[in-house]
C-alpha cells in the first residue's frame, strides 16, 4: 500500500502546478484523500481534501478557496490538485493522505491511514 505525490517544481507567482497522488495496492475511490502543507519552521496544515466517490465533495482551506481544485481520476487510481494564481505563502512541501471512509473528510489530520511523501512547491520570482 502506497500513496505517491508529484508534480511539484518552481513556479513564479501567478503561476499554476498540478499535484498527482497516486495509489498502488489499494484503489482510491472509497478513500477521502487530503493535501496537506508544511512550510519551513511551521506546522502542517491542512489544504484540501476531496471525500470518497461514492459522496464527491471537496473541502479547501480558507487560503486556497477559489484558487485550488481537487478532483479525482479512478481510472487512474489518482487524485489531482490544480493550483492556479499561486502565492509565495504557498511555498511549501506538499503530502497527500487517504482514510477509508464513504462520507466527508478526516476532521484532524491524525484520523488518515496513509501518507505519501512530500513533493516540494516553491513560487518564487
Known amino acids: 500500500v502506497q500513496l505517491q505525490a508529484s508534480g511539484g517544481g518552481l513556479v513564479q507567482p501567478g503561476g499554476s502546478l498540478r499535484l498527482s497522488c497516486a495509489a498502488s495496492g489499494f484503489t482510491l475511490d472509497g478513500y477521502a484523500i487530503g493535501w496537506f502543507r508544511q512550510a519551513p519552521g511551521k506546522e502542517r496544515e491542512a489544504v484540501s481534501c476531496i471525500s470518497a466517490s461514492a459522496d464527491g465533495s471537496t473541502y479547501y482551506a480558507d487560503s486556497v478557496k477559489g484558487r485550488f481544485t481537487g478532483s479525482r481520476d479512478n481510472a487512474q487510481n489518482t487524485v489531482y490538485l490544480q493550483m492556479n494564481s499561486l502565492k509565495p505563502e504557498d511555498t511549501a512541501v506538499y503530502y497527500c493522505?487517504?482514510?477509508?471512509?464513504?462520507?466527508?473528510?478526516?476532521?484532524?489530520?491524525?484520523?488518515?491511514?496513509?501518507w505519501g511523501q512530500g513533493t516540494q512547491v516553491t513560487v518564487s520570482s
Open positions: 493522505a487517504a482514510n477509508l471512509m464513504r462520507v466527508g473528510c478526516p476532521g484532524i489530520r491524525h484520523e488518515y491511514s496513509y
